[in-house]
């Protein structure tokens, strides 16, 4: 149900600050959910950490940059009509001499309380963050902020203690004095015999926080990855390894794409390189991802009940876009039984991972009709490619894509090559054949409830037969068998439409 007077989905909007030893950042969301939809996101970069590995202190400037940064936050959060706003800080905070001198100003200022994280909270939060937006997880998250690296093992959605290390990207660079040869060997010496890292050969890496981020990004665009999103982002661990050393090696600013990261980012790439580099060589995981999602995120999901917890955070994202956008927001879910009978029917296999992205595509299938007509494939495509959604992959948001796409176009329609490269020959192939059964589905229904569960449609016997009742018969004509010998075609049956008694 929507909020009409906001014309959002119900629930309170919050809004978490969070005090980096880098950046300062404040983002909003929409409610308190399992997907929590961000609605504002604005950071100032203010350098706590900068020189605190040396003098132990907080630097003036540096806190005088955040304090005026929290001051706008704390206004734009009474703009927004937002009153929960929970603050957290981290490394910078935690280990400088001045720090709760600094925490009782910013709390003046921010006008709430400001949750000092230690190492192991940080640490769980950041991996709680990734298990709530990475579907089945297993392998070591690793957060590295300004200050500190946190270190925790994740499996079946459950995290072990995690650990912290003072390798974050400022710290490095006051402790090898802006020597990134030095700052490898630092790293070495401190990741040496860390226990987290024995347990991950074969596994997957799971790298947070914004320089990593930002080294995914110039990697996605020396590649020129066919997708802007950069949740979920997978680098095989050789590609990584030698795109840090590059990194390392050579001048930031002759990197291929550099513009793309901000220029106060910038002298951390090859601090980041390095823990990436040794974090590859000590431990060998199969591959690297990228989450979006850290602590923040990991805040929220920590707040919510066991039963909040287990819901999929995909369904929910695409039954969110399905009640703000579709016609009949009713219809989703009787699109998905319907396709569950015709599918059962069929020769195609399915397992768990295939029938909840199907679920997502039909909850899905009807965000564009504002749309002009010749345009609802091309937009769809676009809402779902790069949609906030978490809990899925970029070859299974590219086979969404398409399948929106398809539920709008016909099967000889050309379809973005660029998502067609992200997905399996058999994905390509279940995008085609779902896209035409939700067009017979519309073709029948006109997007309304009610209808498709009175008008099953399965295969028997080399057909595809399309059942009506008495009432609605006179849907039946040219235009529907159209749409039935386009699906008929991708499954190999003749359609036939019958008139139940």
């Not at 959002?8 to 300062?24: F, Q, T, Y």
């Not at 909270?121 to 937006?133: C, H, P, T």
């Not at 490095?172 to 401190?190: G, Q, T």
């Not at 066919?226 to 680098?235: L, W």
């Amino acid at each position: 149900m929507l909020d009409n007077a906001r014309g959002r989905l119900p629930g309170k909007p919050v809004a978490i600050v969070d005090i980096g030893s880098n950046s300062v950042r404040l983002v909003s969301y929409e409610s308190q959910s399992r997907a929590p939809t961000p609605t504002f996101n604005e950071k100032a970069l203010c350098g706590l950490g900068r020189g605190v590995a040396m003098t132990g202190l907080l630097p003036e400037d540096g806190v005088l940059k955040a304090l005026a940064a929290l001051q706008r936050f704390r206004v734009l959060c009474d703009m927004m009509g937002i009153r929960d706003v929970r603050g957290i800080a981290t490394a910078a905070v935690r280990d400088a001499a001045n720090g709760s001198e600094f925490l009782n100003r910013a709390e003046r200022v921010l006008g709430c309380k400001i949750e000092l994280l230690s190492g192991q909270r940080e640490a769980k939060l950041s991996a709680l963050g990734v298990i709530s937006s990475i579907y089945k997880t297993n392998g070591l998250v690793g957060d590295l902020g300004g200050g500190s690296l946190e270190l925790t093992d994740v499996r079946d959605g459950e995290c072990s203690p995690g650990v912290t290390l003072p390798l974050g990207g400022l710290s490095l660079m006051d402790l090898s004095e802006r020597s990134p040869k030095k700052a490898a060997r630092i790293v070495r010496e401190k990741l040496a015999g860390v226990k987290a890292l024995q347990g991950l050969p074969g596994r997957t890496f799971y790298a947070v926080g914004g320089t990593w981020r930002a080294l995914a990004r110039l990697h996605m665009r020396q590649r020129q990855y066919p997708m802007n999103v950069m949740h979920n982002y997978v680098i095989p661990s050789r590609d990584a390894l030698e795109f840090a050393s590059l990194v390392e090696r050579i001048e930031v600013d002759a990197l291929l794409s550099i513009e793309s990261v901000s220029a106060a980012r910038r002298p951390l790439l090859a601090y980041g390189a390095a823990v990436l580099e040794e974090i590859i060589r000590q431990s060998n995981p199969k591959e690297i991802v990228v989450s979006a999602l850290g602590v923040r995120e990991g805040l929220i999901y920590s707040q919510l009940s066991p039963e909040e917890q287990a819901g999929d955070p995909l369904i929910l994202s695409a039954r969110e876009f399905n009640q703000l956008r579709s016609r009949a927001p009713d219809h989703g879910d009787e699109l998905y039984g319907w396709t569950s009978r015709l599918i059962e029917s069929t020769h195609l296999e399915e397992d768990s991972q295939d029938r909840r992205l199907r679920h997502a595509a039909c909850l899905l299938s009807d965000i564009s009709w504002r749309a002009h007509p010749d345009y609802r494939g091309v937009q769809a495509y676009d809402l779902v490619v790069n949609a906030a959604f978490i809990g899925v992959d970029h070859p299974s948001r590219a086979f969404l894509a398409l399948a929106a796409s398809y539920r709008h176009m016909s099967n000889e329609d050309p379809v973005s090559p660029q998502s067609r490269a992200l997905v399996t020959a058999r994905q390509l192939d279940r995008a085609r054949i779902l896209g035409a059964a939700m067009r017979v589905a519309y073709n029948i229904s006109a997007a309304m409830p009610g209808v498709l569960p009175r008008a099953p449609m399965v295969c028997a016997k080399g057909r595809v037969i399309l059942t009506l009742p008495a009432d609605l018969a006179p849907l039946s004509g040219e235009r529907l068998l159209s749409r039935m010998r386009q699906f008929g075609r991708l499954v190999g049956a003749e359609p036939e439409i019958r008139t139940s008694v």
